[in-house]
């Protein structure tokens, strides 16, 4: 559901996730909401069409910030990502099929192109040269991705070319290499002399070795300090994070449940507790007590957990802000909730909401031992005031289903008003 | 006797689940990496894994990718209820997924169902289904919304998420047991072979494609 956020400038990333090349077009489709299809095949063809294509994928591949997504994950799944105990993208062979026959389609044009334009001198070396970019930007890529799964938080500046070193690298920047170099020596014999292209080539490399003579040592020295610096940030960082966290939930209740050895019943809800908070911080990075319904209704269960011994699973479809409409929903579930753990005998509450864009159900089951409804005696006003009458109040249903022996579901129905909800 | 194997990289966790299944199911290996687990599988061809999602090598579906097609199925058992992690390990091919709180008997209810050949779904994987699915109260009209669930079949991922067990959820709906574990199975089907829709959407703004 969707919740106003302040407004916020977009930027444009490229998706390393979903890429061919350098992610550009991927990254631009997420980011124009336009199919990815679309803008590959905008970039080829404008690719034929007096290679406009390959300039601007250059120039994007080169200003577009890569997207850093690693850092969003709750520490739980990031650590498993990190440590290779998650899967990784995989990409199935279905995924290949539209490039083929775009590449196939390219191929096509270019040829046509050749055969009305005529073959320009040019055109085979740079379009050599250009792949063999290409291949090495897309390798730096990579690398750039391998450090940032990189844990040691070391920078050595071969890695930083080669990532974790596997065969692709190697081959990606060899065939670069070669490519580029065809693509020179393809020029030369097209212009039908070796001697210029030789000097060319001699003066290149020469100037390549002078700079890395003149710079290496700089360069290196600022890795090396790069390296100290931000290893020494991130663990520092991530011990205080680790370590605030600990001692607030784990170390507080480990010492809880000592103190309470000999009550088992405390002990199990103190665990239970720890569990959930400890899980859903490693895992789900949701919150309690937030804005949302399903924040709201996880702060009722770990609640509830607390005050009563019961176990409370929470499972949500959907969400929305807490509104004035969503309010006394919430005030009634906790009410339902409280009266299942208090009454029903059972160790164990289900609570369920669905959210739709006209509607807020929720759920809350237990198999307790139930009661009669109807012979519910005036003076018990828990369920009769604070839920069917508080739902009846606000333009919900309250529904409560109940047989002595198998337990007690009660059914929170709140029509939304789509104004209310934009 | 249900042959099973299971596949955790914490040796402490593989004894606890090992005792609480003695006597109901025979267990014949354990492995703790992708490597050994493949490896395991290969040799025993056990009936279920007990299959941990988070495993070094790749995960959970590092293993079942290569295992590839066998006679054996797979139950997922994990601590993380990301949605990512669920979804993409039943898409990934297993035939359910349980969290490692689940008690004994639970789990051996779940092992045999599994064997069986149906789908286990814990309330919150009905509610990811759900949400995976959402907008799917206009049902298919044309053949090819198949991959929607049907109207019966969101009744019964609701009422899972809602905490009902099957037998429950048979009489609520007055059907037969049999004919809740036969929508379970095809909801299962769609999750794994669905390419389309809402699912396609949801699942891409989680990455699972």
Do not use: C
Request: aromatic share 6%; no cysteine; hydrophobic share 45%.
């Amino acid at each position: 559901m969707s919740t106003t956020a302040p407004l916020q400038p977009r930027r444009a990333t490229r998706d390393t996730t979903d890429q061919y090349l350098g992610g550009v077009a991927a990254g631009l489709a997420r980011h124009l909401g336009l199919p990815v299809l679309w803008v590959r095949l905008f970039f080829l063809l404008s690719t034929v069409l007096g290679g406009l294509g390959v300039g601007l994928y250059a120039g994007l591949w080169v200003m577009l910030p890569s997207e850093a997504r690693f850092t969003d994950e709750p520490p739980g799944l990031a650590s498993a990502t990190r440590t290779g105990r998650r899967p990784g993208r995989v990409r199935r062979m279905a995924d290949v099929g539209p490039l083929i026959a775009l590449f196939a389609l390219g191929a096509g044009l270019i040829l046509a192109a050749e055969t009305v334009f005529g073959r320009g001198a040019l055109f085979w070396p740079i379009a050599l040269g250009l792949v063999g970019v290409a291949l090495i930007w897309r390798q730096l890529d990579e690398a750039q991705r391998d450090r940032w799964l990189d844990t040691t938080g070391r920078i050595d500046p071969l890695g930083s070319l080669l990532g974790h070193g596997s065969g692709a690298a190697y081959l990606r920047l060899f065939a670069g290499g070669a490519l580029i170099l065809s693509g020179l020596v393809f020029y030369a014999l097209r212009s039908g002399d070796l001697g210029p292209a030789r000097e060319v080539l001699v003066a290149g490399v020469l100037g390549v070795l002078g700079l890395a003579i003149a710079l290496g040592p700089w360069v290196w020295r600022m890795a090396t300090d790069l390296t100290d610096e931000r290893a020494e940030r991130v663990r520092s960082q991530e011990r205080a994070d680790v370590a605030a966290h600990l001692h607030d939930s784990v170390l507080q209740t480990l010492a809880l449940i000592q103190k309470n050895a000999d009550d088992p019943a405390t002990v199990s809800r103190l665990a239970r507790a720890q569990e959930r908070d400890l899980r859903s911080w490693l895992f789900t990075g949701e919150s309690a007590g937030g804005e949302s319904l399903g924040a709201a209704l996880r702060a009722i269960a770990a609640q509830a957990e607390q005050d009563h011994v019961v176990a409370v699973d929470v499972v949500t479809v959907g969400d929305t802000p807490l509104t004035e409409l969503v309010e006394p929903v919430v005030h009634a579930a906790r009410e339902a909730v409280t009266n299942s753990a208090k009454h029903a005998g059972t160790g164990k509450v289900d609570v369920y909401a669905e959210t739709t864009a006209t509607l807020v159900e929720i759920f809350v089951k237990d198999r307790g031992v139930g009661f009669d409804p109807a012979a519910v005696g005036a003076d018990r006003h828990g369920l009769r005031g604070s839920v069917v009458g508080r739902m009846a109040r606000h333009g919900g249903t309250a529904e409560i289903r109940s047989t002595p022996g198998a337990g007690t579901e009660i059914v929170l129905r709140m029509p939304l008003d789509q104004e209310e909800t934009p | 006797m249900t042959r099973v194997v299971i596949v955790d990289d914490h040796a402490m966790f593989r004894a606890g689940v090992r005792a609480e299944l003695a006597g109901a199911v025979e267990v014949v290996a354990e492995a703790e990496d992708v490597p050994t687990a493949v490896a395991a599988v290969r040799e025993h061809q056990p009936d279920v894994v007990l299959l941990d999602v988070h495993l070094p090598g790749g995960g959970g579906v590092e293993v079942m990718r290569q295992v590839g097609a066998t006679g054996t199925r797979f139950l997922a058992l994990s601590v993380s209820d990301a949605a990512e992690d669920v979804i993409g390990t039943i898409r990934g091919g297993a035939r359910g997924y349980v969290t490692k709180t689940i008690t004994g008997p639970e789990l051996v209810a779940a092992i045999t169902r599994v064997a069986d050949g149906d789908a286990v779904f814990s309330p919150r994987l009905a509610g990811f289904v759900l949400d995976a699915f959402a907008g799917s109260i206009e049902i298919a009209a044309v053949d090819e919304d198949l991959d929607r669930l049907t109207e019966r079949e969101r009744e019964v991922m609701r009422l899972i998420a809602r905490g009902y067990a099957y037998k429950e959820v048979a009489r609520e709906l007055f059907i037969s047991i049999k004919t809740v574990e036969t929508h379970m199975s095809s909801v299962l089907r769609k999750l794994q072979l669905s390419s389309r829709h809402e699912l396609t959407r949801w699942a891409s703004d989680r990455r699972l494609l």
